[in-house]
């Protein structure tokens, strides 16, 4: 640590975080601005904003399209396009990166480690084979639309309840659990391939959503997704102390008060019930949950009381960006929203594990 | 019983189990409020163990263990976090946090869940960090602190618990010794500001001596000595428990005692022929201390003489049980010890003449010794200069022993050369 005056809290100056903090803030709002004007039908950009100014509802005529001159008919259809894609995808890819978020960070403090992340602890891969396993019982697509989350949520509890109840019994390091979850995710990939086997034909259908994207976004799963957000990340806020205090060790945190099987099994719980229900809607995104609380630590330093909430405006932003990467990378065609994530966070991860190297190991 | 008779802390006959091994066989331990226990042992004795058997960190097999008269585990976790205080031997660093939020992390029992910091617990950090020497540093990282502060302010967040009891598991190790006697420098005086009870595994006994109220010894999972220090720090219980042999010295400001250890010799058990030999030696000043050690080591039976009291000779025989010859100290050899002296003297097998140094007050020491002693060793260190400072008589007197002893450079070449006695020669193998 170089600079004693600017605290210890995060690198640079005061100054230098003030400005990267109106740097994030700036960059969210252009976001939001931005992410409706994206997708694969090109709808000139006053229309769009005519359109959601206007509200969600009926559209009456070409006039409410900002002055562009187009038929009632096709002022309609945009009207469906912004108000039922775009506003539900972005109101996904917000909420979804935000639990993301909150989880990663959450969990990066239950472990101890600044490597944990929902798809490291193989939470997104017991999801995905979930997901697969329901194309083993060649359901038709109208029930693959209600049971594909479903089933993907219920894999991607399984992960987590082992990693869990490892946790519990005994006296594991936060080191063995993250690499139960590690060797947990091996083995559900090569069930899903097996799965696969049984079925060639939904494999298609896994392969796109294992890459995750936001195009089937309704105004139902937004309001599962929604709601599990504010519930899991209601809870998780509120841990901060409980987490700062895990980073001593969990005897020492017992020894001071905390409850700390408890708090382990809340947090670990609630982290896994909510990626699990953002990923059974979006498919697999790595890295949104290992990313944003490192970047939200450089900013406001390591106070787990700011860094979990922070970590999940941060996760929404990031996930929200991905999604514009997305759609607009190549023209009319949306990618897998999973590609421009891991095209960050790849190289991110190894960007930490070598600067940890570097610092003399693990940071403990 | 009132409830400040009552003791502080009560852990009555705690067991610890690990599979084959008892790591703690029935320990009991009682503290009164205010007092600072000291619990010593060598490495592995069971200190840590205990610690953890009674904060119930590990599994205790048998006990009870009370805090202010109530059983430590019918409390919650919050109740027990203000009941009882635990500074553990080592911790992860963890996070680069400021030291002010690092302090109030032990205030986490004293205000309620949910709820931000109160001020009330950010102005106890606040005031812990100025007694601990570290105002004004509230909003630098713990990163930034040496080993030693690092540790300081371990225990200041120990502190901000504001339990009764502390809870210290070797709270000076990794500090070197001008950080680990200020560090307890600074226990003691919280501690007696407050009326604190401390209970505190310091396996540096000098330190414990120093620092504790009362010693308690653990060997192998068991208490095997307890009692104040000057008690307590018994050669014996050295050599016993520690597998070292030491001195005992008192410390000349403090009274306190403290001791000096060393390995033992790796000599050879003593030879039959040299019990019941009995070996007198002339000292004075220390330089018959080491001599006395090894003689008692090897099985002689010892005495000593003419040696001031208190001075390091007279010390090492009191410690070594050893009869002596002694005189006040800075007085000229009295008639009554001198003729204790050549009783000793008569009364003695061998006699060894310890490189003293002799001033007129005990020259008389070498005076006393016969010529016609029929086995005396003139014990010399080499490059030791003079120690003749009786104006040339003590020279002299050296002079005439000389001609009827055996001149012998150092403690090892004594031992040689008494193992080598004549009844030795007769069959008794040396090499044992």
Redesign the interface.
Known sequence: MASVAAGPAAAGTPAVRRGLAYWLLGGGILLLAVTPLLGPVPIPWESVFALLLRGPGTVGSASSCGGVSVSAAQCRIWGEIVWQTRVPAMVLALSAGAILGLSGATLQGVFRNPLADPYLLGLSSGAAMGAALLFVFNVGVAEADILLPVFAFLGGLIPGLIVFAAGRSGRRSPETLLLTGVALSAIFASLLASFLLYNPLGSLQVSFWLLGGMSDATWTHDAIVVGVLISVGAVLALLGRELNLLQLGEDVAQSVGVPTQQVTLVLVLLTTVGTAAAVAFTGVIGFVGLVSPHIVRRVVGPDYGKVVPLSGLVGAAFLLLAWDVAQSAIPSIVLPVGIPTSFVGGPFFLYLLYRRDRLGGPRR | MRADERPALAATDLTVQYRETTALAHVSLEARKGEIVALAGPNGSGKTTFV?AV?G?IPRSSGTVEVGGVRLETL???A???A???M?QE????????LL?YVQ??R??HSPR?APERAADRATARRILSELGFGGRE??????LSGGERQRLRLG?VLA?EAPVLLLDEPTSHLDMGYQLELLERVRRLVRSQGTTVVAAIHDLNLAARFADRIVVLHHGRTVAEGAPSAVLAPALLRDVWGVVADLRRDVRTGLPYLIPSLPTMAAPPSPAARGLRVHVVGGGGAAAPILRALVEDGYRVTVGAVPLFDTDSQTAEELGIAAATELPFAPLSPEVRARHRQLIAEADIVVVAPFPVGPGNLANLEDVPSEHPRMYLVESAGAGTRDFAGGAATRELGRLRAHATALDGVPALLRALSATPRAAHGEPNDR
């Open positions: 953890r904060l960190l919650d976790l919050v027990r976090a203000r009882i205080a635990w553990p911790e992860a660093l963890g996070d680069n946090v400021p939020e992390y032990g986490y029992a949910f909003r630098s990282g713990i990163h930034e967040r618990q």
